[in-house]
């Protein structure tokens, strides 16, 4: 597989779990689903940029003020919202993915000794090709190794969540449907965050 076709089939998983997660979440009464369904979107935005090697740098600022904020939000969210309707995955799937996204933010320009002489102009960080092929920092590497197994690990549950559900529910969109949205969403997160290892 091309670089560019995994990065195409990144896009693809995240476009299509971000919009997915956005149109069901708006559907509902609660303003909290709102919100958080609107953020889902934003930070599946935030990865695309992420994936391709041009877009990367774009925004960088408003990007870390992003993924920041929605690790707060979903932080805080038990506070708004009935925990009793959320289990622990759900209610720490979307904090672990903005903290990573903020750490994977932070970190790309300084993921790989040497790098800052192999960047664009203007300082954007790589993208998915961002090692080149060169040594990854120790200490990215560990952390990197830590979210990788954490995503693979939610990305899984999410999964084996989608295919139990779908077996009792089937009204569309449903449970199941959802989940199986957060789990490309979670094994998307691991081909990112394996990327810096």
């Not at 920041?68 to 708004?80: D, E, N, T």
């Not at 959320?86 to 993915?97: C, S, T």
């Not at 790309?108 to 960080?125: D, L, R």
């Not at 040594?135 to 939610?154: D, E, R």
Request: glycine letters at 10%; charged letters at 10%.
């Amino acid at each position: 597989m091309t670089p560019d076709s995994l990065c195409w089939i990144l896009t693809l998983v995240f476009a299509a779990a971000g919009a997915f997660t956005f149109c069901r979440g708006v559907r509902r009464a609660s303003a909290v689903d709102r919100v958080g369904a609107t953020l889902h979107l934003a930070l599946s935005a935030g990865m695309i940029t992420m994936v391709w090697p041009a877009t990367a740098g774009v925004a960088r600022v408003p990007q870390l003020l992003l993924y920041g904020g929605s690790a707060v939000w979903f932080a805080v969210l038990p506070a708004f919202d009935a925990p009793a309707r959320r289990g622990k995955l759900e209610l720490g799937f979307p904090v672990a993915m903005a903290a990573a996204a903020l750490w994977m933010a932070l970190t790309m320009p300084v993921a790989s000794p040497g790098m800052a002489a192999e960047m664009p102009a203007g300082g954007a960080h790589a993208g998915m090709s961002m090692t080149d092929g060169a040594a990854t920092a120790p200490h990215v590497a560990v952390v990197a190794v830590v979210w990788t197994v954490i995503f693979v690990a939610a990305g899984t549950g999410w999964l084996w969540r989608a295919v139990h559900t779908a077996r009792v529910r089937r009204s569309f969109p449903s449970p199941a449907a959802q989940a199986l949205a957060n789990a490309a969403m979670g094994l998307g997160m691991a081909v990112m965050t394996g990327a810096l290892v």
